[in-house]
């Protein structure tokens, strides 16, 4: 039987709940992530990919194959063993020669995980030092782990891709 005492008992209990609710709302409410970082984070994010593919030329530069490997995106080191990329890399002919001209080296922001760097590379040729061209590229780098990462892919076909 439901009793005037029960009623108001039940009505104090809504009460003090929706008072908890309604106190404990900011500890549980999270506001969402921006889906945009600002200009300030995007440049912070660009330069952080623009040091890693300076890395990853001068590891290439100086043949360090199974170190560059390691810089490679998950979905390539999948397709291709570290022996198998390194060898094709020393059957090239072409390799990077000297340092990147920073006016021609650009981020291009897409996302917090992806950005788009385009450079111009000048290759030479192993064999013959004195044979050499520029090329101007793109590579994309995304963020796995934590760490910058490219298409290994990409660069055993970078001179003619």
Request: hydrophobic share 45%.
């Given at each position: 039987?439901?009793?005037?005492?029960?009623?108001g008992?039940?009505?104090?209990?809504?009460?003090?709940?929706?008072?908890?609710?309604l106190?404990?709302?900011?500890?549980?409410?999270?506001?969402?992530?921006?889906?945009?970082?600002?200009?300030?984070?995007?440049?912070?994010?660009?330069?952080?990919?623009?040091?890693?593919?300076?890395?990853?030329?001068?590891?290439?530069?100086?043949?360090?194959?199974?170190?560059?490997?390691?810089?490679?995106?998950?979905?390539?080191r999948?397709?291709?063993?570290?022996?198998?990329?390194?060898?094709?890399?020393?059957r090239?002919?072409?390799?990077?020669?000297?340092?990147?001209?920073?006016?021609?080296?650009?981020?291009?922001?897409?996302?917090?995980?992806?950005?788009?760097?385009?450079?111009?590379i000048?290759?030479?040729?192993?064999?013959?030092?004195?044979?050499?061209?520029?090329?101007e590229?793109?590579?994309?780098?995304?963020?796995?782990?934590?760490?910058?990462?490219?298409?290994?892919?990409?660069?055993?076909?970078?001179?003619?891709?």
């Open positions: 039987m439901v009793t005037t005492a029960t009623i008992r039940t009505r104090r209990a809504a009460v003090r709940l929706a008072i908890g609710c106190l404990a709302w900011p500890l549980v409410w999270v506001p969402s992530a921006r889906a945009e970082p600002n200009a300030f984070e995007k440049r912070a994010i660009e330069a952080a990919a623009l040091e890693a593919f300076r890395t990853i030329v001068t590891l290439w530069r100086e043949e360090l194959y199974f170190e560059l490997y390691d810089m490679g995106s998950e979905s390539t999948a397709r291709v063993s570290k022996e198998e990329f390194a060898g094709r890399m020393v090239l002919n072409w390799v990077p020669e000297g340092e990147l001209n920073p006016e021609f080296l650009k981020a291009k922001f897409r996302f917090r995980t992806m950005v788009y760097v385009a450079a111009r000048r290759y030479r040729d192993k064999f013959n030092p004195e044979s050499e061209f520029l090329k590229q793109t590579f994309l780098l995304l963020k796995e782990r934590g760490k910058w990462r490219i298409d290994l892919i990409k660069l055993v076909r970078a001179p003619f891709a």
